[in-house]
């Protein structure tokens, strides 16, 4: 079993910072891609960042320039920077990776739960 735990999220004004953070366990060999994705209400879910093992990221073009994703690969961690908030930013935020399991090297890709990220005034 793999599990991906996020934290960080909240209520921040506009023009504030966060930092979300997410942490997998379980029976990991290794992680290649690992990511965040978020979703708002009635929309669908889109890619924020994502950065593979190698440290090459990608960016939506709606948070470059603002969000920075990093990770430590000795803690299958990945962080996301979230700075220059704006209310449009509003959404839940999902972590996501693509784990190689242990002893059957199969890749799965993997959710979190989600954090809520709230920008208002």
């Known amino acids: 079993q793999v599990q991906l735990v996020e934290s960080g999220g909240g209520l921040v004004q506009p023009g504030g910072s966060l930092r979300l953070s997410c942490a997998a366990s379980?029976?990991?060999?290794?992680?290649?891609?690992m990511g965040w994705y978020r979703q708002a209400p009635g929309k669908e879910r889109e890619l924020v960042a994502r950065?593979?093992?190698?440290?090459?990221?990608k960016y939506a073009d709606s948070v470059k320039g603002r969000f920075t994703v990093s990770r430590n690969n000795a803690k299958n961690t990945v962080y996301l920077q979230m700075n220059s908030l704006k209310p449009d930013d509003t959404a839940v935020y999902f972590c996501?990776?693509?784990?190689?399991?242990?002893?059957?090297?199969?890749?799965?890709?993997?959710w979190g739960l989600g954090t809520q990220v709230t920008v208002s005034s």
């Open positions: 996501n990776a693509d784990v190689i399991r242990t002893l059957t090297f199969a890749l799965e890709n993997i």
């Open positions: 379980g029976s990991i060999s290794s992680i290649n891609a």
């Open positions: 950065i593979i093992r190698g440290g090459s990221t």
